[in-house]
């Protein structure tokens, strides 16, 4: 395969995998948010977080194996598993590989969720909001590209939604419904 | 021999038993082990704690399991209107201790753990002292730890997870105790009154138990002397009501079980009897044997206002339809109580206490819901008048108040 | 009475139809009350067997899960995010 073909490869599926991320982060946010609508039912933003996840996943690895595969390129596995083992831009290339296994550990805890317990994907999923600024500040620091108009565009809007989301998550009281109430609660406890 | 068990013996005054004039006056146990679990089926005793399960099935799904065992004495005695634990724990100490090391020994536990309401004072400081009394061996498998003050605290996983983690809260079942309970051992969770019942089968017999077996209630509310008496297992109410010196008023009707039993008309309730299977048999529960009388010159409504109140205050705030289905069933009867309903009230009350029971973790809201729907029914020409608006007639004292 | 109608079925003798004997007794809901958070997919993705309360918590309806709904059922048991969820042997839901 041409190196020109996996350059632009590469390229595109990193600007798709961010855009898809950005929609996980979203939808994410907007499902601990608890937001129902008419024809957009609870589980639905959810289940889309999950299937998006999965998408993006798949365009990642896409990036990732065209990456390393160009020989224009000259990056070794390392690059792509070893967080700032590379020789080329080895910041900001490293902060993909960081991101990306992030997203990995997220991944395998939730399709483990029944096993390890909420609490414990809870804490793993906490990640989440590490993982992705490390994926836009990577696109922002890598590609060759990054001043040119359409992916600054891209990342922008990325990160205006995400943003966006994110203000409304924190400015939102906290959606466990019985927090007030076992504020409340008489003490259950007394000397052993 | 007269037909007390529990309590004759020494007289209240002079403290609690000891053990050398238990023994002289009781003798020692002759069943045990699977003997006793044997006699106990016979014997068709139910547990005293307020579900009224049978204790030999409890003893047997205990012992059956593989591993160390635990027996917990429940003394929590949460239950506000409940004395009788308290009663027996501080006057027949060794009554109950010797069927706590019944128990152990039938179920195969080394391990004893003995739950006292923590503000229970005489009654810890007599289960103490009872202990010291005890042989070696026996005083060894013993740990004495002090529920917290609440309705929920004697609930068997909250009692549980007190001596796992040091707070009484309720937890999901399955596990069910008997399964992992103590340390996640299989643990018999057992009341202390259905303690010192084994304890009197063990030496007399289920046949004896069958004929002339007591039980403990705590009569209270406008009756003439408001206390623990033991009566003959299916006396009737109004005979019970007669031992603690009568009606001090006309009485409108009696709440039998506790806060977590149900409200019958005096007429219908004066001869029913206090039989664990007679009052299942007729819809209703013995739970935890009180029996508190509210005079015809008290409003129903109000005073079950008063109760649910309490009920959803005690909630432990662990599920949400008991915080909010509780919350709003004790609301809208305090409005109705207070006289000033909601055009709904009434009607929503029927429907919250119908989807209550089976939607929490314990069984903190189907007591509730039990009782708010004997009110319904029991009160229901005095629900009526407060929904309309059109006042109460009656005063509005709570249950326990007693003699006026 | 309109606001208790939907419950009447509860507790209707006949409301679940009778299973022949000798049949296992069929899978039902069953619900852990206390990580349960009142999200409610639980009950928009099988409406047939769960309701929710006005405060958002689930009431399981009568009976076991109809067969042709298993797969609807095994689906909201993996979409409820506090695993308050599970789908039991039983002859009806808890």
Known sequence: MSSQVLWYTTRGAGAVSLVLLSAVACLGLLTRLRVRGQGWPSFLSAAVHQDLALVSLFFLLLHIVTAVVDPFTNLGIAAATVPFGSAYRTLWLGLGTLSFELGIAIGLTSLARRAIGVRAWRAVHWLAYACWPLAVLHGLGTGTDSHSAWLVGITVSCCSGVLICLVWRLASAPVDPLAGARAARLPAEGVR | ?404 | MGESSELVGRTRPGATPPRPRGAPPGFSLAFDRIRCDGRGYCAELLPEKVLLDEWGYPIATPGPVPQHLLDHARRAVSACPMLALRLVEAPSSR
């Open chain 2, 1 to 404: 021999m007269s037909g007390s068990w529990f309590l004759s013996g020494p007289a209240p005054r002079e403290g609690a038993e000891t053990g050398r004039a238990h023994i002289q006056r009781l003798g020692a146990p002759s069943l045990t082990g699977a003997a006793l679990i044997e006699a106990l089926e016979r014997s068709g005793l139910r547990g005293r704690g307020g579900a009224g399960f049978p204790v030999s099935r409890k003893w047997r799904s205990v012992a059956e399991r593989r591993g160390p065992r635990v027996v917990l004495a429940n003394g929590a005695e949460g239950e506000p209107l409940s004395s009788k634990d308290r009663v027996l724990m501080r006057h027949r100490p060794h009554l109950v201790l010797d069927g706590a090391v019944l128990a152990a020994s039938a179920v195969g536990a080394r391990q004893v753990v003995l739950y006292v309401g923590r503000e229970h004072f005489d009654a810890a400081e007599a289960m103490l002292r009872a202990l010291a009394e005890r042989p070696p061996r026996e005083r060894r498998r013993f740990r004495v730890l002090r529920a917290p003050v609440g309705y929920v605290s004697g609930e068997e996983t909250a009692a549980v997870h007190f001596v796992n983690r040091g707070i009484a809260l309720p937890t999901s079942t399955p596990p069910r105790p008997f399964e992992a309970g103590v340390g996640g051992r299989p643990t018999l969770v057992q009341n202390v009154e259905s303690l010192a019942s084994v304890a009197l089968i063990a030496r007399l017999g289920d046949g004896w138990f069958r004929d002339h077996g007591t039980l403990l209630i705590t009569v209270t509310g406008s009756v003439g002397r408001p206390g623990v008496f033991e009566v003959p297992l299916g006396t009737p109410l109004g005979e019970a009501v007669e031992r603690s010196g009568g009606r001090s008023h006309a009485i409108q009707a009696l709440l039998v079980g506790g806060y977590f039993g149900g409200w019958i008309g005096a007429g219908e309730a004066w001869n029913l009897p206090l039989h664990p299977d007679r009052l299942r048999e007729a819809g209703r529960s013995l739970g935890c044997g009180v029996v508190a009388a509210l005079p015809a010159s008290a409003c129903g409504v109000a005073a079950t206002a008063g109760i649910a109140g309490y009920l959803a205050e005690q909630s432990v705030r662990q599920c949400g339809p008991c915080v909010f289905g509780l919350g709003a069933i004790a609301a809208a009867l305090g409005r109705l109580a207070d006289g000033w309903p909601e055009p709904h009230d009434l009607v929503r009350l029927e429907r919250w206490s119908a989807e209550l029971p089976g939607r929490g973790a314990c069984r903190h809201p189907d007591g509730a819901a039990g009782l708010v729907r004997s009110a319904l029914t029991v009160f229901d020409e005095d629900f009526r008048l407060h929904q309309a608006r059109r006042g109460c007639m009656m005063d509005r004292r709570p249950v326990a108040a007693g003699a006026a």
